[in-house]
Nanobody
Framework: QLQLVESGGGLVQPGGSLRLSCAAS????????IGWFRQAPGKEREGVSC????????DYADSVKGRFTISRDNAKNTVYLEMNSLKPEDTAVYYC??????????????????WGKGTLVTVSS
């Protein structure tokens, strides 16, 4: 009933761009802090970016800072991750996750309440 669905993944060349979308159904995203996470082959899941419910606060992992941009359109119940200057190291399954804003505006990996199923991003020539 409460679902997050990622889309926009695929194969892209190094240096290319891709925009991921996270659409919510069954609940309204404007009450939630939203995070993007990724898991590369053989690695632990890591936080990529985080955005507060009002978009007043954003956070990025050092590895993507300056290349990725998180945004949200609460009217569309959707959060986006714009990825530019993609590198092979960005290859991973990307997940979006939600946390009720009453718990804060951060995105701790173990503190997210709802998770999507993920979308695969492959950066390769």
């Amino acid at each position: 009933q409460l679902q997050l669905v990622e889309s926009g993944g695929g194969l892209v060349q190094p240096g290319g761009s891709l925009r991921l979308s996270c659409a919510a159904s069954g609940f309204t995203l404007d009450y939630y802090t939203i995070g993007w996470f990724r898991q590369a082959p053989g690695k632990e899941r890591e936080g990529v970016s985080c955005i507060s419910s009002s978009s007043s606060s954003t956070d990025y992992a050092d590895s993507v800072k300056g290349r990725f941009t998180i945004s949200r359109d609460n009217a569309k119940n959707t959060v986006y991750l714009e990825m530019n200057s993609l590198k092979p190291e960005d290859t991973a399954v990307y997940y979006c996750a939600a946390r009720n804003r009453q718990f804060g505006s951060t995105c701790p990996p173990g503190g997210m309440h709802y998770w999507g199923k993920g979308t695969l991003v492959t950066v390769s020539s």
